[in-house]
């Protein structure tokens, strides 16, 4: 079955262009955050019961931006932080997103030296996998030979990467923008993400491993798509850490492929935001998500290529 | 109840000094390499079966060297990569070790933004997180205040942290090694890790914060050392990788301590290697764990300072 299909950054353009837009909604569920209907009668100190309300949510969710966005990115962190009956419901949710016709990209930030690169990357990636997600972030520190692994499973499994190159955060320069031989560490980091972008290449012209570029910095994020000409660009950073559709412009190429950009909690929490909150407030969270995705869409499609899609 | 807990550093001061040797076994389990009458009426394509078979490998383990070394040190990939089953079996394993009183080191090179960060640091870091880990490795790459959280969780709860800074591995050096202001990357890393296990010193001279530093580059770890004097030093790569005994010497201060060198294969797999093999053999694969465990020992003591101990 896996020799079939198709690579990951054919399934990614066709899922873009089929919802013309290229919207990744962010599943970071956090207890203090749901919608109060959400939270009614369970104990947040039992985190069995936390994580079935985390399963509650994110199926809400996905039912609400299936029809609408080509990808969601489950954020590991916050079902890792239940311990293990959080990961139960990160593997149901990842699969309900899949069953409804979602990408599912697994944000882990994996990364090991060699044979344990190996065992994360055939713990996250295809249909064979026991995680089942379509793609995987994983951090570049640990140095060529640790990306190997991953790229082999994912070339093999038609599955992709997001290698970390310029992060979102504020801090994120302390190492990336350090220079060396002129140039920043993010860019000789990009320089290696293309060639093995390149070396991946399927027939939309995007290889089978791509970039983390933050939105936060749009002029870097101009730069490195530049750079990185077979890339695709999994752009955080937009909405709650700040970054608008102008600032993401600079990801996408002239066919309004190339970036797909991330939104967590100003999409899932939407309900608890202007001017959604006066609109839905948290018994209609649903329609809030919905209004909130329907804005982000046409927000992208109005200040970037993503409009030609 | 966290607030009386000694801090990390101190903690494993006092491990290695009772046990009077700085050993970590690595549990990284892998189906096809446990002890044959591990792997009987198995099915490999079952998860969780495989699981359950890890976890009785894990526990004979513990069973073997909790009275002989500090610390174990669980490889989160071997886990994640059976999905669910195998996440539960890692919560027990840690929960094992920890009642058979060796401290636990959770290998999950994590690594995110902000509150991201904080979600990781509190599923992992101490006795009311939800893994209960004693220390978490970590990866830099995001920056200052990506540690942060980190820092602070591990800190509040006398919790330990080991950033990656010159791994083990051949390739370790595409990143770590670039020149930046005339020093590699990893120095700058060292510096910036040295500053938060100061500013986090315990009354043993050592921080919270530690490096991991592999046992394959011994004289970028005799120069680490000098340049972390406050951070515990986690070092990979004795035995399968290569590094013996007299490579991690320069690990160690005057008095034995301020590193412990981490071996997985050779130890958790030694019934299947000379001269453990035609000893013992599968059936006594336990006798074999013990075994390697002392002459591991015996080696650090009669190369390094952990003579001294």
Same mark, same amino acid.
């Given at each position: ?9 054919? %399934?990614?353009?066709?899922? #873009?262009? +089929?919802?013309?837009? $290229?919207? &990744? ?5 956090? /207890?203090? =955050? *749901? ?23 994110? %199926?809400?969710?996905?039912? #609400?931006? +299936?029809?609408?966005? $080509?990808? &969601? ?5 916050? /079902?890792? =932080? *239940? ?227």
């Amino acid at each position: 079955m896996s020799v079939l299909k198709q690579p990951f950054a054919d %399934r990614l353009a066709a899922a #873009v262009r +089929a919802r013309r837009n $290229p919207v &990744v909604v962010g599943l970071d569920p956090r /207890f203090a =955050q *749901l919608p109060e209907p959400l939270q009614v009668g369970v104990d947040p100190r039992d985190r069995r019961q936390v994580a079935a309300a985390y399963e509650r949510f994110c %199926r809400g969710i996905i039912d #609400v931006v +299936a029809p609408l966005a $080509p990808a &969601v990115k489950p954020q590991a962190a916050f /079902f890792e =932080q *239940l311990g293990p009956p959080g990961m139960s419901v990160l593997a149901e949710v990842i699969a309900y997103a899949r069953q409804r016709g979602l990408l599912v990209i697994f944000d882990g930030k994996r990364n090991d030296i060699g044979t344990t690169a190996e065992a994360y990357a055939d713990a996250y990636l295809g249909d064979e996998s026991a995680w089942g997600a379509d793609a995987l972030t994983v951090s570049p520190y640990l140095g060529d030979d640790s990306l190997e692994p991953f790229v082999a499973t994912a070339q093999a499994r038609g599955a992709g990467l997001f290698v970390l190159v310029k992060t979102s955060n504020p801090g994120g320069g302390t190492l990336q923008d350090l220079p060396s031989s002129g140039r920043p560490l993010y860019r000789h980091v990009a320089d290696w993400v293309e060639r093995l972008a390149s070396q991946t290449k399927a027939s939309g012209g995007y290889g089978a491993i791509g970039a983390v570029v933050g939105a936060t910095y749009p002029q870097q994020l101009a730069e490195l798509r530049q750079a990185m000409p077979h890339a695709w660009l999994l752009v955080p950073g937009y909405g709650s850490q700040g970054a608008s559709a102008a600032d993401v412009a600079g990801g996408f190429d002239a066919r309004g492929l190339g970036a797909i950009v991330n939104n967590s909690r100003g999409i899932i929490f939407a309900h608890a935001r202007a001017p959604f909150d006066r609109q839905f407030g948290p018994a209609r969270w649903q329609d809030a998500v919905a209004a909130a995705t329907g804005e982000m869409i046409e927000q992208l499609r109005a200040a970037t290529n993503a409009g030609k899609l």
